[in-house]
């Protein structure tokens, strides 16, 4: 099931002058008021389920960073499906109301060499849900 992306730049040529989609990592960090750890949980794997390019969820009870793959054409439009990802699912996942407080968005090629040079998560990480 895919998603129609709508871009936010505005302007330009037709079609044919757009470039093809590209991966983008995603990082999106959301916190607020405490929730019980078990509600967290189970709505960061709702919207695992919900949005099955989750790669990996952390969480405590008032922060989560959710990291995850994003195609689109480039940053501005994955920056803008990754900042309606909370808002959308927050009542089919039952969220917390918590607000987004940090978002990374860079192409395949940087997260991979960050990954060679010793930064960020490992490939290794364990997909899923984790507290912290």
């Known amino acids: 099931m895919g998603r129609a992306l709508t871009s936010v730049g505005g302007g330009g040529g037709g079609e044919d002058d757009r470039p093809e989609s590209r991966l983008w990592h995603v990082t999106l960090s959301v916190s607020g008021k405490p929730v019980p750890l078990g509600e967290v949980r189970r709505s960061l794997e709702q919207l695992a389920h919900d949005h099955p390019f989750l790669l990996t969820s952390r969480y405590a009870a008032d922060h ?38 940090g978002l990374e968005v860079i192409d395949r090629a940087t997260y991979h060499q960050r990954v060679a040079e010793g930064y960020g998560l490992p490939p290794a990480t364990r997909v899923g849900v984790h507290p912290y």
């Open 64 to 101: 989560a960073e959710i990291r995850y793959w994003e195609e689109a054409r480039d940053l501005h439009d994955a920056a803008a499906v990754a900042l309606r990802l909370w808002g959308e699912h927050r009542s089919s996942a039952q969220l917390p109301p918590w607000e987004i407080v």
